[in-house]
């Protein structure tokens, strides 16, 4: 296949997904290298720049997409007789902040910087497709983990989350909260991992909860007042094969 002719396959790929396409499935489907690709689409992206076409190729990290030029962006609201989106609003884009710089992230962590509870704006940035959740955390009560998505890269014209400004003035505090929270999730994962092959092995023991433990405290209370027999041992719940 020539260039001009990945050239026209690209642009007719992107034009028909109307989403981000990523850079991998163009070289499976048209049978180039990765250096081709991005060559190609870096190409067409100075093409239309350059000739001031009404479309815009924009890489979003490992995928690349055709998108209306911004400078037009009246001109089609109006065509389409569509309003103007709602601006984000303080809360939110702090939200967003937050979880952009410290991805993945849960609901509470936002909440701990915050200091206010953030479940509201959380819902409304997932409605809006900017964040989208990405597992759970493993503690207890499995936290939903939030990342952003490629629509808010393409919102705020990122290429990469790495072309996120520095933070300002992040305080020394800020900085260790992070670092703790790193070490936790780390650390969480690396337990979980631990009783994964433990099950696997067949050697893992679910551990005794607080509640069996209390209910043996006052077994051993009640036998001690009735000057009973030996109280038994809290009995270990079966695992599951």
Known sequence: MELKEVESAIEGILF???????VERLCMTLEIDRETADAVCQRLSDQYSYERRGIRLVKLENCYQLCSAPEYADYIRKAFESRKPARLSQPALEVLA????YQPTTKAYVDQIR??????????LTERE????????????????????????????????EELPDLPNASAEDEQLTLDMQENITRLQEAEEKKRLQEEAGEWEEPITDEELEAAARELAEQEEAGGEEPSAPQTPETEE
Not at 115 to 124: A, F, I, N, P, Q
């Open 16 to 22: 028909a997904a109307g989403e981000p396409v990523g």
């Open 98 to 101: 937050i979880i952009a710089y």
């Open 115 to 124: 200091g206010v509870d953030s479940s509201y704006t959380v819902g409304l």
């Open 130 to 161: 900017l964040i989208e959740e990405c597992g759970r955390l493993a503690v207890p009560g499995r936290p939903i983990l939030y990342r952003t998505t490629q629509n808010f890269l393409r919102s705020f014209g990122l290429g990469s989350l």
